[in-house]
């Protein structure tokens, strides 16, 4: 799977015959630390293999729910603005500086929002570059794989092999990097849904992961047909590696009955508006779960 860079501001540009090819100078040449989760990552250790595509998505649908927020900012910023002229020539000064204090916080959020942006198509556009010259050394270690074994070809296929370790640890790094970006997802809990399969007393447990984090809540259906959730809310980091894993069983006095396991990608809940999420449990759609996500 190849990596296309978007447009994005200009960056990195790194020659694949050199020795710039070392995730020492990626990092430099980027202005990075590494974060706390991925600063165990050591010269030739790999902690996973890289997956361009996938990065691909989540990048594109990250820097369209940025760009959706600093849209909204914007507007918010100019309704503020026309406001504040409103006000200065009726000389309501409290509410003048009132509103010149909103207009401050706007602007600061708006210079953050830009600079977020900027530096998500820095990390990515590093990435799309460690990704073809891996893609080209790869290539040519194929090609040298076939040619008759010489000591000048063996030791070519050794150097291009460092090559494409380095660059798939650069890969590696970047997405790391790149995953302190991606915010948090505040997801809430709205119930199941389940027509006649819902009957007063009923327990049910719900269980959702995100890689290593979970959350895992139980649920009654009352009298009335309202249930009640011993935790409403839950904060998830998003992943890129990644998908929420869902599993829903019903409690009947110690035992347990399993209801659905299913599976939701996250790359649709980078909005800047809450996603109201209904997930089919069961194969036939007869409970469903509904949860909101706001990022």
Known sequence: ?????SGSSPGIVLCPCSKSLSRSSVRSRMSLKPPKAYNSLQKGTLLWDPKPLQVKN?????????????EAHQAELDHLSGRHKDTKRNSRLA?????????????????????????????????????????????????????????????????????VQECTEDMCFIEGALEVHLGEFHVRM????????????????????????K???????????????????????????????????ELRGLATILVGVVTCDSINFFSTKPQAIIVDITELGTIKLRLEVLW
Request: glycine share 4%; aromatic share 12%.
């Open 1 to 5: 799977q190849t990596c296309c860079a």
């Open 215 to 249: 959350w895992r809540l139980k649920g009654k259906i009352e009298s009335d047909d309202s249930q009640t959730w011993d935790e409403e809310e839950k904060v998830f980091i998003p992943n890129l590696h990644e998908k929420f894993e869902i599993k829903v069983t």
């Open 58 to 70: 989540i990048f594109e649908a990250l820097k369209k729910g940025l760009n959706e927020s600093l």
């Open 190 to 213: 709205k119930g199941l849904v389940g027509f006649a399969r819902l009957c007063p007393g009923d327990q049910y447990e719900v269980f959702v992961r995100l890689g290593r984090q």
């Open 95 to 163: 509410f003048y500086y009132d509103l010149d204090k909103q207009i401050r916080s706007v602007e600061r959020y708006i210079r953050k929002l830009e600079f977020h942006i900027s530096k998500v198509e820095e990390l990515y556009e590093a990435y799309c570059i460690q990704c073809r010259l891996r893609d080209g050394a790869t290539n040519m270690k194929q090609a040298f794989s076939l040619s008759p074994s010489t000591k000048a070809s063996r030791e070519s296929l050794l150097e291009l092999y460092r090559n």
